[in-house]
T-cell receptor, first 114, second 112 residues
Framework: KAGVTQTPRYLIKTRGQQVTLSCSPI?????VSWYQQTPGQGLQFLFE???????NKGNFPGRFSGRQFSNSRSEMNVSTLELGDSALYLC?????????????FGPGTRLTVT | QQQVKQSPQSLIVQKGGISIINCAYE??????FPWYQQFPGKGPALLIA?????SEKKEGRFTISFNKSAKQFSLHIMDSQPGDSATYFC???????????FGTGTRLTIIP
């Protein structure tokens, strides 16, 4: 089975712009979660989607949003980019949100805001 | 509030030695504790995980020890190899919630 894929892998944006990142989960996985990884804050949970519905949300401002499509693919959007949004954005998918808890991560999208 | 505390921040171990990384949690609602391994430029990879109803789980050279009363768990890497050099994260999650709460990470270096 193919793993979690994320596109693009690298992105450079200017402050004030917006950006959309994409994630394709492992085939059959219906839950998709997003995390932000920075040297200072570590790995922080952004949000989780299951069956096109956001079920959990972390402590991030409303500039961070996401959605999930009927094929379980997910996108996250960051509007009005700030320098502090520079980070590795990771997507993780899991098979059974009520049981296994095993989450598998993609390679991430490295976002640099200048 | 940091709910999962991880130590040490960095660790250097000789090849063939035992690497030990410790984590402590606060929220007793957590019921699943995975460890992830991350290489530079890669996403975290699930290494091994444990539920609180067992005290130890072993997979190859990797062992998790779990102490429910102390709310602590640890990763032991036996016969550590240079290829084990990576950053290791402990995490915790509770039933019905997909949010992984991560520790701060341990950068492990195995020297020849």
């Amino acid at each position: 089975k193919a793993g979690v894929t994320q596109t693009p892998r690298y992105l450079i944006k200017t402050r004030g712009q917006q950006v959309t990142l994409s994630c394709s989960p492992i085939s059959g996985h219906r839950s998709v979660s997003w995390y932000q990884q920075t040297p200072g804050q570590g790995l922080q949970f952004l949000f989780e989607y299951f069956s096109e519905t956001q079920r959990n949300k972390g402590n991030f401002p409303g500039r961070f949003s996401g959605r999930q499509f009927s094929n379980s693919r997910s996108e996250m959007n960051v509007s009005t980019l700030e320098l502090g949004d520079s980070a590795l954005y990771l997507c993780a998918s899991s098979l059974d949100p009520t049981g296994s808890y095993e989450q598998y991560f993609g390679p991430g999208t490295r976002l640099t805001v200048t | 509030q940091q709910q999962v505390k991880q130590s040490p921040q960095s660790l250097i171990v000789q090849k063939g030695g035992i690497s030990i990384i410790n984590c402590a949690y606060e929220n007793t609602a957590f019921d699943y504790f995975p460890w992830y391994q991350q290489f530079p430029g890669k996403g975290p990879a699930l290494l091994i995980a444990i539920r609180p109803d067992v005290s130890e789980k072993k997979e190859g050279r990797f062992t998790i020890s779990f102490n429910k009363s102390a709310k602590q768990f640890s990763l032991h890497i036996m016969d550590s190899q240079p290829g084990d050099s990576a950053t290791y994260f402990c995490a915790a999650v509770r039933r019905g919630n997909e949010k992984l709460t991560f520790g701060t990470g341990t950068r492990l270096t195995i020297i020849p």
